[in-house]
């Protein structure tokens, strides 16, 4: 069975950085693509940045130049450097993985269970 834990998030005052992690295990036949969203209170789930070996990273474009994915393929591991923090960026940041268990089965989107993000003073 195919799982996401995220790890990383907390309180951190404005201007200040975190770094987001994210696992997968389980079947995984291959992961093709691995990337954060967030969710904040009273507004819809939005992309936060993707990365692919099809095209590379891709970025919103309020993260643009603050937010920096990665990725270790040997430990299925995605990362979420997040700098100069603001406070519209407290959310619930989700993982989320597109993974083939085998090569008979198709693709599929995975989600972890979230992490809190918080920027106040």
């Known amino acids: 069975q195919v799982q996401l834990v995220e790890s990383g998030g907390g309180l951190v005052q404005p201007g200040g950085s975190l770094r987001l992690s994210c696992a997968a295990s389980?079947?995984?036949?291959?992961?093709?693509?691995m990337g954060w969203y967030r969710q904040a209170p009273g507004k819809q789930r939005e992309l936060v940045a993707l990365?692919?070996?099809?095209?590379?990273?891709h970025y919103a474009d309020s993260m643009k130049g603050r937010f920096a994915i990665s990725r270790d393929g040997a430990k299925n591991t995605v990362y979420l450097q997040m700098n100069s923090l603001k406070p519209e960026d407290t959310a619930v940041y989700y993982c989320?993985?597109?993974?083939?268990?085998?090569?008979?089965?198709?693709?599929?989107?995975?989600w972890g269970q979230g992490t809190q993000v918080t920027v106040s003073s």
């Open positions: 389980g079947m995984l036949f291959s992961v093709n693509t």
């Open positions: 989320y993985a597109a993974i083939r268990r085998s090569a008979t089965l198709p693709q599929r989107d995975y």
């Open positions: 990365i692919t070996s099809v095209f590379g990273t």
